[in-house]
């Protein structure tokens, strides 16, 4: 009966909304590596009853964004860069996946050239953010780009796996990005915007292209973060 559905949808979907919000937080970085909150204070932040609440951070849990700490609530996780090492190569293996039968599928799979333009077009909005040293909004049309470019060709879980691996990359970078952000340093020009070529190289149906961009953005991405990482050690030393 649609009656009996209606209020598990409903909470559902709030869970969803609250984990989504609480996700974007820490991007942004207003929730920090380290900093603990419990399910009362999300509750009452977000005007709400701490069911979906409680569902909702421990769904972030599972993605590993969260900690549970018994008797205290829960805590932002801390990444270290031996992690980032990690969800950088498991990317490029994901990546790989999806789109390493670009040639074999085209006669098997026609993508809409829609798709591509919609695709593209995010690809251009995050190019300029990362020129202009936008973090957020990078951020935000980077994940769009990845999920909508994996969707055209990739089997749905990897494309669903692909993303959560981007947002728990994004995750563990932001901290060592906004930190040199607040402290003057220029993000412009040292953030990755091949998006562009990488469409161009998926819409011609070539694997190699796309296998040398991906290898390229990673290893650019993993160079920044460990730069980054080594200079923020050496202040804490010093």
């Given amino acids: 009966m649609p009656g009996a559905d209606g209020p598990a949808v409903i909470r559902s979907t709030l869970r969803q909304q609250i984990a989504d919000a609480l996700r974007d937080e820490i991007l942004a970085g207003r929730l920090v590596p380290g900093q603990e909150f419990t399910v009362k204070e999300i509750a009452e932040q977000y005007g709400v009853s701490a069911t979906p609440v409680r569902e909702a951070l421990v769904n972030l849990s599972a993605q590993g964004l969260l900690d549970s700490v018994q008797h205290r609530g829960f805590r932002v996780h801390e990444h270290t860069l031996a992690d980032y090492r990690g969800m950088i190569e498991a990317r490029g293996l994901v990546a790989d996946g999806i789109f390493r ?12 050239a829609a798709g591509f333009v919609s695709v593209r077009r995010r ?39 692909l993303h959560r691996l981007r947002v728990k990359s994004w995750v563990c970078a932001v901290p060592h990005l906004r930190r040199e952000a607040e402290r003057g340093g220029e993000l412009r020009g040292r953030l990755w915007s091949r998006h562009t070529e990488l469409v161009d190289a998926v819409s011609r149906r070539d694997p190699l292209a796309a296998h040398r961009i991906v290898a390229e953005y990673n290893a650019h991405s993993l160079r920044l973060i460990e730069t980054l990482a080594a200079g923020d050690d050496e202040r804490a030393s010093g």
Avoid: H, K, M
């Fill in 123 to 161: 690809g251009e909005e995050a190019a300029r953010a990362a020129a202009a040293g936008d973090l957020t909004v990078l951020i935000g049309y980077d994940l769009r780009f990845w999920r909508e470019l994996s969707a055209l060709f990739g089997n749905a879980y990897l494309a669903d796996f």
């Fill in 101 to 112: 039968d670009l040639a074999v599928t085209a006669e098997r799979r026609t993508v809409p």
